[in-house]
T-cell receptor
Framework: GAGVSQSPSNKVTEKGKDVELRCDPI?????LYWYRQSLGQGLEFLIY????????KSGLPSDRFSAERTGGSVSTLTIQRTQQEDSAVYLC?????????????????FGPGTRLTVL | KQEVTQIPAALSVPEGENLVLNCSFT??????LQWFRQDPGKGLTSLLL?????REQTSGRLNASLDKSSGRSTLYIAASQPGDSATYLC?????????FGKGTKLSVIP
């Protein structure tokens, strides 16, 4: 079956513009995650969805960042008034974890990422 | 706060050599540890997942170990091949959130 897909693969924008990044998880996966990989930095967690709900938004770096998920499937990460420090690769992952057990340990499957460059 | 360190940051070896990548972490209260591979311009591919109750996992030429008491994990790659060239990341999970190291960039020279 198809893996996690993300679009666009590359996005170049000007400082101050808004951008939307899209993630299509593996069909049937209830959990969806967004991560960011900045140059010279490790991957950092941004937000986690279980179904359409986001029980953990703790990783979002500022209120310019928001995300939603509809129909328990596609998710959109929106960055408003982009800044140069937002330049990074944004990765999405999905898993079949229901999140109901503290022992939920399902593998997260990652998409290819969106490379965002803010000029 | 969990901190994950990977040493070395880069490694170059001749084809056929066995090698070990290291990962250390500060908080042993983890649920599992995963090793990923990242190729340039591509996403992450999960290689091995070790549950917190396990000590090692094997897949083909790869073997990963976990020692929670010392806060260490190793990824052993046997008989390395040029196709193994990539960045290898370890990640620790506490429930759903993964905390990653910065990775080891491996180059296998033909």
């Amino acid at each position: 079956g198809a893996g996690v897909s993300q679009s666009p693969s590359n996005k170049v924008t000007e400082k101050g513009k808004d951008v939307e990044l899209r993630c299509d998880p593996i069909s049937g996966h209830t959990a969806l995650y967004w991560y960011r990989q900045s140059l010279g930095q490790g991957l950092e967690f941004l937000i986690y969805f279980q179904g359409n709900s986001a029980p953990d938004k703790s990783g979002l770096p500022s209120d310019r960042f928001s995300a939603e998920r509809t129909g328990g499937s596609v998710s959109t990460l929106t960055i408003q008034r982009t800044q140069q420090e937002d330049s990074a690769v944004y990765l999405c992952a999905s898993s079949s974890s229901t999140g109901g057990s503290i022992l939920a340990t399902d593998t997260q499957y990652f998409g290819p990422g969106t490379r965002l460059t803010v000029l | 706060k969990q901190e994950v360190t990977q040493i070395p940051a880069a490694l170059s070896v001749p084809e056929g050599e066995n090698l070990v990548l290291n990962c250390s972490f500060t908080d042993s209260a983890i649920y599992n540890l995963q090793w990923f591979r990242q190729d340039p311009g591509k996403g992450l591919t999960s290689l091995l997942l070790i549950q917190s109750s396990q000590r090692e996992q094997t897949s083909g030429r790869l073997n990963a170990s976990l020692d929670k008491s010392s806060g260490r994990s190793t990824l052993y790659i046997a008989a390395s091949q040029p196709g193994d060239s990539a960045t290898y990341l370890c990640a620790l999970s506490r429930r759903y959130q993964l905390t990653f190291g910065k990775g080891t960039k491996l180059s296998v020279i033909p």
